[in-house]
């Protein structure tokens, strides 16, 4: 191997940390000053951000919740696709869920020229 191209392989992984450093200390910046949904246009760029609600469930709680242990046995662990699929067909109800998890904002942050 080349030490030109392996020299010139380390100086691009280093820039790009720094970039990706950047990036993300300004996505948090953008986020802090829109708290909530937005989109807008400036300069010809489109600013979206987008928060959505996740839920981390409490194994041993939700253990404690469900009553069907079969049920239980499809879930394994708190696994927030599998439960939403089960309110959704109505295997489980939100009500029994209730107090089994924490809620989350998670922002998304689209930019688009």
């Known amino acids: 191997m080349e030490?030109?191209?392996?020299?010139?392989?380390c100086e691009l992984k280093t820039q790009q940390k720094k970039i990706e450093e950047?990036?993300?200390?300004?996505?948090?910046?953008?986020?802090?000053?829109y708290p909530g949904d937005v989109q807008f246009q400036l300069d010809g760029y489109t600013l979206k951000i987008i928060y959505q609600d996740k839920r981390h469930y409490d194994d041993a709680k939700l253990f404690e919740a469900v009553?069907?242990?079969e049920l239980w046995k499809a879930l394994f662990k708190a696994d927030s696709s599998k439960i939403s699929a089960f309110v959704k067909t109505s295997l489980l109800s939100e009500k029994l869920l209730e107090g089994t998890?924490?809620?989350?904002?998670?922002?998304?942050?689209?930019v688009q020229t």
């Open 67 to 69: 009553p069907d242990p």
């Open 22 to 33: 950047e990036l993300e200390e300004l996505r948090k910046e953008i986020i802090a000053a």
């Open 101 to 110: 998890y924490k809620t989350s904002r998670t922002p998304f942050l689209y």
């Open 3 to 9: 030490e030109r191209k392996l020299k010139r392989f």
